[in-house]
């Protein structure tokens, strides 16, 4: 794989962007919700491989705490190293601006991303129930958070 570059993102992304989240969670963010997002002054950034957009990440910073909303990384590109590269520009830029943590929810069921927080050095700290919608029913939550 070419090398992998990490970039805030831009109003021209959001239709490749939103059709990558499309992609890579059925129930993940919509074009209105990125739009939205980037308008509120999130902290949005893609990472690109083979001149193309292939994951990106969304972090919302309140006072001196910050909130991972979104990260997903195209489905042909997973397992390669984007995620963890880019869950490492989120802590980064989280420390940028002074937080203190940077906290997170995840699916009980999604180990992959589990495993990712836990070797980046977060930890669980609790358990929203029935958080999450399923296809058929509702999944709980885990909260995660990396304290700085
Ligand atoms: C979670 C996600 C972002 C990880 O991205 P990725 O590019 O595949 O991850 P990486 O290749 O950087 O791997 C990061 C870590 O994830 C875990 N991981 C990756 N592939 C895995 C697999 N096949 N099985 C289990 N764990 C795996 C490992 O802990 C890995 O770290 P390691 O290489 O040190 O063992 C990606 O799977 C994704 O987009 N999933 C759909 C959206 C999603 O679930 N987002 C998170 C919502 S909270």
């Known amino acids: 794989m070419s090398a992998l570059e990490v970039r805030a993102m831009m109003p021209a992304d ?9 992609r890579a969670d059925p129930f993940g963010w919509s074009l209105r919700n990125f739009q939205d997002a ?6 949005m950034t893609v990472i690109e491989a083979e001149a193309r957009i292939v994951g990106y990440f969304a972090l919302m910073v309140v006072v001196d705490e910050a909130e ?6 195209d489905p042909d590109f997973q397992g390669r190293g984007c995620g963890k590269t880019l869950l490492k520009a989120a802590v980064a830029a989280a420390r940028a601006q002074a937080c203190r943590c940077v906290h997170l929810e995840v699916r009980v069921s999604n180990e992959r991303a589990r495993k990712m927080y836990v070797s980046a050095g977060f930890c669980e700290t609790g358990l929203r129930k029935n958080y999450y919608p399923t296809q058929n029913g509702r999944e709980h939550a885990v909260l995660m958070r990396l304290d700085f």
């Open 68 to 73: 991972l909303l979104e990260i997903a990384v």
């Open 14 to 22: 959001l239709e490749a962007v939103a059709a990558l989240a499309r």
């Open 38 to 43: 980037l308008a509120a002054g999130y902290i």
